[in-house]
């Protein structure tokens, strides 16, 4: 398989990949994280205003 060679400077760009795909993914596991301890503190908040009712 050969590469076409790129007609513009866009396709060239377009053809290097994005540099930080990793830390993306990562941002995104600790922003999921975060939500999932702000629930947990809602719940517990909610357990400790309402005696366990929820």
Do not use: C, W
């Not at 060679?5 to 995104?28: C, E, G, S, V, Y």
């Amino acid at each position: 398989m050969r590469r076409e060679k790129a007609q513009t400077t866009k396709d060239a760009q377009d053809a290097i990949p994005p540099p930080h795909r990793r830390k993306l993914r990562q941002n995104t596991f600790s922003e999921v994280q975060l939500e999932q301890a702000e629930k947990a503190q809602e719940k517990a908040a909610a357990k400790y205003f309402f005696g366990g009712a929820t």
